[in-house]
């Protein structure tokens, strides 16, 4: 579904992610892992195409089709949905606006939808607040994930979904995850695919991912079970991999 | 104070430059133009007329209002309630009725404040007069509309609005010019006396042409548990407006809240401003602002006066710069002049953060849509305690300006 080639990309003139490449087929979610400050986020905003990520060389595909060049609106509206990190908040926008706004521009608005997203996660009380305005971390997280439910993408990216979502919130984002991801499905009926990013790794406890990737210095420099990346990176920090690559 | 005296303050103050706001030199307007004949209804204006009224909210279909005012350069047209319990009438003829109306002129607004308070007094044509009875409440809204069709005109009204106890009175006033206008000066005082227990709300819309100048000179007198509630809405462009209305708030848990949503184009010039003296225990006040320059120049002061313990107040001024040219700059001052006090302000002015632009364009907004949401949210004040469809009409008001926004 999607195909990151040799990207190389920079954030006035300081490079940030060096030669990476990354495969994500249809049904399939890889977990990326890494130390603060390696890339990890650098690659979703390159992959939604926020402009101060500027490509230098290599390209992004999805579906087949070179989206490098095209704009954030046109990636989201082609099926590329993405969960902020640390979303700004926008006075005066209602939650309840922006999700209206998603439905319609993927051509699928139905008014009743917004309680029912809203009631899956617990998020009721925030639809006529201004979008992110005093939000908990919590609520940003599920805030985020409720505008991926009525986006209804075919690629999602998650940054951290799990960070400052209480033991309680994290059963609901891990569910809708894997309502986004269908997971209900055996994985070659699935017409989704997956990137996420953790970093504490809670949110392997309630969504199964496929593959993991860790990422170092702005490139991917292994790949494997994301269980066992994890495990060695619990013991071994990511001093491990640093040594590993000696 | 006679009305003597009252002309002799106003003689004295002819030449008198406002404090703040540029100066206008008053010998450029005319002061004569061709009295306009009475209309029945308002049904009866003609077309283009009934449209520049609509624009700012002065309905020509009186359902959904308790009366109507229309005054046309120097001639009121139409004046009348529909509703038991309300006043409507010219100022000049409602001070021939009253005698005791002497007791509230320029009681809110000093006379010789400067050269345009004095010119409304020296050359006054008309203005309003509504009145709530005492224990009256009118769900539907009064509305006044001050219309100019002359060019080059100056047309200096008096207002006063009282409501007697326990009374409740929303208004929607509308000021305009005809098509083809260019040039104009429009001065208006405004008195309002909100009495014990007593609410207004007070809406009002200008929609000027491009070189007409205005000075609307308020003050508001608020007693024991009033409300004043005031939106203002310029969205059009104007060469310089300056004002700066004062309320009092007199009597106990007296309530008092300005919203100002302002934008300026190029060649615009505004100077608005709110002011709220707190002198009784419990009284609060509210100022928020919302102003967004596309070229012009706009002043935004808010000042708060403590005077007495027990009092909250709180300023809000959020100002978006949305081109290379144009200037917000926002005055905030609190003055606090006795403990157990409890005022703030707030303040930023900046351009839309592109980072919020990015957000909802990756939710799928085009670049072009996204700003348009974002300056739709900007500008979405939220206006409590007035009939919904006063907030349908400044939503109406923000929204034409919006499309020239963008």
Known sequence: ?246 | MSSVDVRERAKKAEKKPSAIGPDIDLNAYSVEVKEHGKIQKLKNLSGEVKEKAISVGVEAVEACRSGSFFQMDHSVILSSAYKSGLEVMSSTEALKKYDWLQDYWWKAVNVDADKYTAQAELKQNHGYFLRALPGAKVEFPLQACLYMTQDGLAQNVHNIIIAEEGSELHIITGCTTAPGVRTGLHIGVSEFYVKRNAMVTFTMIHNWAEDVEVRPRTGAIVEDNGIFLSNYVCMKPVKTLQMYPTAYCVGENANVRFNTILFAREGSNMDVGGRVFLRAKGSRAELVTRAITKGGDIVTRGHLIGEVPGIRGHLECRGLILSEKGSIHAIPELEGKANNIDMSHEAAVGKIVEEEIQYLMARGLNSEEATSVIIGGFLDVEIKSIPEHLKREIKKAVRMGEERLL
């Open chain 1, 1 to 246: 579904m999607i195909e990151v080639k040799n990207l190389t990309v920079s954030i006035e003139d300081k490079r940030v992610l060096k030669d990476v490449n990354l495969h994500i087929a249809q049904g399939e979610t890889i977990v990326l892992l890494g130390p603060n400050g390696s890339g990890k986020t650098s690659l979703l905003k390159t992959i939604i195409g926020i402009p101060e990520y500027k490509v230098e060389s290599g390209m992004i595909l999805f579906s087949g089709k070179d989206i490098t060049k095209l704009t954030i609106d046109e990636r989201a509206r082609l099926g590329i949905g993405i969960a902020f990190q640390r979303p700004p908040a926008v006075r005066g926008v209602k939650l309840k606006d922006m999700l209206r706004i998603c439905m319609e521009k993927r051509g699928d608005f139905k008014e009743e939808k917004i309680n029912e997203f809203a009631q899956k996660l617990n998020l009721f009380n925030c639809l006529d607040r201004d979008i992110n305005l005093g939000f908990s971390g919590g609520e940003i997280k599920r805030s985020e994930l409720l505008q991926l439910l009525a986006q209804n993408p075919d690629f999602i990216m998650l940054d951290e979904p799990d960070s400052g979502v209480d033991l309680v919130s994290i059963n609901l984002v891990g569910k809708v995850i894997n309502e986004l991801l269908e997971k209900e499905k055996i994985a070659r009926e699935r017409t989704k695919a997956g990137l996420i990013i953790t970093h504490a790794g809670f949110i392997l406890d309630y969504v199964n991912t496929d593959r993991g990737c860790i990422m170092l210095n702005g490139t991917i420099i292994c790949s494997g079970n994301p269980r066992d990346l994890l495990e060695d990176i619990r013991s071994k920090g990511y001093e491990g991999c640093i040594r590993c690559l000696r």
